[in-house]
């Protein structure tokens, strides 16, 4: 084991200790969560034909809701979050109570988080860990989120809408019917999926041309109209501009600085001519104004960036560890 191996074990080890330590031995802990538990009821008080779900504060007094058979009511209990100011201040008997569900989440989330920053250090197996979760997730969680907001509504819904209301969807339109012409994306789909055979892979090779083809078509239009169109639009301001009638400096300054600098960053790239004489001048100010563009872009990416971190870190030193309390949530603790 080399001495730098050595020294960060003892300082993880270190700082293992003071956590279980804050964790067990200090009067209010770290990283607990609380959920407020409510009760919800549902009853169906519509006929064969059409459901009508209400919940149990909305039926009406002259409706015996014993009578109503089992398979039309549903109930759950939902889950709100809560804080530890909010469970302390409840009073005897209260639904505030502690999820140690929750309470797991956040000490993964914060150990993921550590082992993501660990990457400062160097590359190491933790960080490789927390990258690999992080994308195996991501995208399980698209995989899904399509399937429910893109294939059963917009596939299956459209090619059995009676079946996907009894199944999945209840909130469907009554007014959906069945269109068969959505056979042609399944069997566009089911050719993309012939890829993952061993023989034929060159069938998925049509759908997917058709998909790029028609993306690309679509997406043309749209940043015809949003890249090129609104940019001239919005480039063509008067130079002249009153307010009330009363001659507007600024406003005026700002559109010619911007004609300005639209002007001659076309003239940077119109290479017809040779940058020579006035015609390199007006390009020389164009490099200027592309420069302050890109300056000024980097650095809004940064501070975006920056305030990602000083998210993560809000996160470590309120939510998990409990050595901040920015909104007293926890009683000033």
Known sequence: MSRETTIWL??????AVMLFGRAMFTEHGMARMYVEESPREFVDLGDEDKSDWVSMDEVPEDVEV????????????????????EFVQQPAGGNIQFSLARSIGVWLAALFTLFVLSFLIKDNPLYKVAESVFVGISA????????????????????????????AMPGLGEDARQ????????????????RLSPKGGWISRWPMAFFIGTFCGLRLIRFLQADFLTQIRNSIDPLYV????????????????????????????????EHKGIVGRIAKLGIWFLMITFGAGFGYTVMGR????????????????????PTDKRLGI
């Open 242 to 273: 009153t307010e009330g009638g009363v001659f507007d400096v600024w406003a005026s300054l700002a559109n010619i600085i911007l004609l300005i600098g639209v002007l001659s960053c076309l003239v940077y790239f119109f290479f017809s001519f």
């Open 66 to 85: 014993s009578a109503i058979p089992a398979d039309r009511r549903v109930s759950w209990t939902s889950q709100k979050t809560s804080n530890y100011g």
């Open 10 to 15: 003892i300082v993880f080890l270190i700082g």
């Open 140 to 167: 399980a969680y698209w995989m899904v989120v399509a399937f429910w907001d893109q294939i059963v509504p917009n596939l299956i819904g459209k090619l059995s809408p009676t079946f996907v209301r009894n199944w």
């Open 179 to 194: 269109e068969l012409i959505y056979l042609i994306p399944l069997v566009l789909g089911m050719m993309l999926l012939w």
């Open 306 to 325: 920056i305030a990602l971190l000083a998210i993560r870190l809000e996160f470590l030193f309120d939510d998990w560890l409990w050595l901040i309390d």
